[in-house]
């Protein structure tokens, strides 16, 4: 029987490939939001299909990757009376050991309505009468289905971004639900690069290319890493720049960001940024922040 998270059951542990997410609810309550979360994710979305199409495209999609894929759909009432058949699918699923979820979303009455209104659109069952009539004879037509369902998430306090969140955090594994950081180093003579959040300038770091036995090293060899980490001022900025990155990562994760790029330029890409966005990188690994690097302009001297 499923439960709302906030009466306090455990949430379903996370989803391994081979299952299938089946999401319903009411219209309003946020189906095309918690599908495009597990999109994000990986999943493999097909909206506003017949119950009984489920197995058959699981099926074709397992046979078109190789493996069993992870398959999520979106059915709601508006299907018609296919959707009646939702209950015995599922059922039978089960029974195959294909280990469905089935997700329930919905909210009250008010918050409902005002969300129409926002979007200036009717409730696609209200017919000749309002928005409220149509809300609640979906709310009928679901009722069964709460009682099946394995989660059921009330979005009336939730923003897109929050129930985003949500469904990452019940779906997705630990590796999808961290913020990745990607540490990009790069030259200023070459343009700043378009893709970053977080941009550092380490020129005010003693150029290894004035040291003529280090001029044709790269950052990423011991000797020229040695020579700029071995600045105290390069020292402190890695520090200090490692302790103000610190909260603004942990918004990102909160605010439901999967990724972000921190630059880091020297010159020519080559020596002083290179060495310190390596530095920053293995500071961020032993946080525990899974990191990516990558030197932009290295090669290009």
Known sequence: MGTDPASGPAAPEATSP?????ITGLAGAGRETAA???????WYVVYNIAPQLIRTLYDLQAQTEGHPPRFAVVVDPRSGPLFSELYDVVRQLRAAELRPRLVMLTADEDTLVRRFDSVRRPHPLQGEEGVLEGIRREREQLAPYRRLADVVIDTSPLNVHQLTMK???LFGTSEEQALTVNVLSFGFKYGIPIEADHVSDVRFIPNPYWVPELRPLRGTDEPVASFVLGDANAQEFVEKYIEMITPVLRGYTHENKN???LAIGCTGGKHRSVAVAERIADELRRMGHPVR???RDLGRE
């Open 18 to 22: 081979g299952e299938i997410i089946i």
């Open 167 to 169: 469904m990452r955090s």
């Open 293 to 295: 690097v990558r030197h």
């Open 259 to 261: 990724f972000t790029t």
């Open 36 to 42: 495009h979360a597990l999109e994000d994710l990986g």
